[in-house]
C-alpha cells in the first residue's frame, strides 16, 4: 500500500483513511442498507455507533502503547482538520438536539467528510 501511495504522490494520510474505511466497512454496509429501507435514525445510529466506537478503541489503545513503549506521540490534526472537525461537532449538536434526523442532516454530514477526503488527497 505504502508503495502505491508514493506512486500516486498522495499524501501520507490516504493509507490511514483506507485502514478507516476498511475498519468501519461493515457498519457502512449495514447503515447504508438501512437508509435504503428509509430507516434513517436506525442508518444514523449505526454510522455513528460505529465510528465512536473504533475512536473510543483506536485513541486508548494508541496512547497506552505510546506511554508504555516510551514513544513520542503526536495526534497532529492540521488547522483545516481542525475546522472540519469543529464543524462536524456542532452539525452534530444540530443533528442530535431534534432527537430524530432527516435526508438534509445527513447530507451535510456525508459533504462535510467529502470535504475531508478531498483535502486528505489534495492538500
Given at each position: 500500500?505504502?508503495?502505491?501511495?508514493?506512486?500516486?504522490?498522495?499524501?501520507?494520510?490516504?493509507?490511514?483513511?483506507?485502514i478507516?474505511?476498511?475498519?468501519?466497512?461493515?457498519?457502512?454496509?449495514?447503515?447504508?442498507?438501512?437508509?435504503?429501507?428509509?430507516?434513517?435514525?436506525?442508518?444514523?445510529?449505526?454510522?455513528?455507533?460505529?465510528?465512536?466506537?473504533?475512536?473510543?478503541?483506536?485513541?486508548?489503545?494508541?496512547?497506552?502503547?505510546?506511554?508504555?513503549?516510551?514513544?513520542?506521540?503526536?495526534?497532529?490534526?492540521?488547522?483545516?482538520?481542525?475546522v472540519?472537525?469543529?464543524?462536524?461537532?456542532?452539525?452534530?449538536?444540530?443533528?442530535?438536539?431534534?432527537?430524530?434526523?432527516?435526508?438534509?442532516?445527513?447530507?451535510?454530514?456525508?459533504?462535510?467528510?467529502?470535504?475531508?477526503?478531498?483535502?486528505?488527497?489534495?492538500?
Amino acid at each position: 500500500m505504502p508503495s502505491a501511495v508514493i506512486a500516486a504522490n498522495a499524501p501520507h494520510a490516504v493509507v490511514g483513511i483506507a485502514i478507516a474505511l476498511l475498519v468501519l466497512l461493515p457498519e457502512t454496509w449495514a447503515a447504508l442498507r438501512a437508509a435504503r429501507a428509509n430507516r434513517l435514525q436506525t442508518s444514523f445510529n449505526l454510522a455513528y455507533g460505529s465510528a465512536l466506537a473504533s475512536i473510543g478503541l483506536t485513541i486508548p489503545v494508541v496512547v497506552s502503547v505510546a506511554v508504555v513503549l516510551s514513544l513520542p506521540l503526536l495526534l497532529g490534526v492540521s488547522p483545516k482538520e481542525l475546522v472540519l472537525l469543529a464543524l462536524t461537532f456542532m452539525v452534530s449538536i444540530i443533528t442530535l438536539a431534534t432527537g430524530r434526523t432527516n435526508v438534509l442532516q445527513g447530507t451535510v454530514h456525508l459533504v462535510i467528510f467529502g470535504a475531508l477526503l478531498f483535502l486528505s488527497l489534495f492538500p
